[in-house]
Nanobody, 120 residues
Framework: QVQLVESGGGLVQPGGSLRLSCAAS????????MSWYRQAPGRERELVAT????????NYADSVKGRFTISRDDATNTVYLQMNSLKPEDTAVYYC?????????????WGQGTQVTVSS
């Protein structure tokens, strides 16, 4: 079992920056692939960024490439999302996700979400 708690959301002006954090507790954090998703009002949840175990590789949605950076610190069981050059269309609830496939079973956990609002 893994518990995920996001923080760092808030209100920011267009062009500004925020850094989201996701603190994990439970099973070995380093075993999980970690992702950030977001969901805007009236829209489906979408994948924003993923980082594999041990930070071997990262992937980003086209809409955030070059502006967002995902990273992880396995020593503190934390994953981050640095968001720069924010746009109003980045406004959404951002969710942390942890996934592990082990012994043929899928383990999939979500945080409660943190609101990001980009507005002047």
């Amino acid at each position: 079992q893994v518990q995920l708690v996001e923080s760092g959301g808030g209100l920011v002006q267009p062009g500004g920056s925020l850094r989201l954090s996701c603190a994990a507790s439970g099973r070995p954090f380093s075993s999980y692939a970690m992702s950030w998703y977001r969901q805007a009002p009236g829209r489906e949840r979408e994948l924003v960024a993923t980082i594999t175990r041990a930070g071997g590789s990262t992937n980003y949605a086209d809409s955030v490439k070059g502006r967002f950076t995902i990273s992880r610190d396995d020593a503190t069981n934390t994953v981050y999302l640095q968001m720069n050059s924010l746009k109003p269309e980045d406004t959404a609830v951002y969710y942390c996700n942890a996934v592990l496939i082990h012994a043929g079973a899928l383990f999939n956990y979500w945080g409660q979400g943190t609101q990001v609002t980009v507005s002047s």
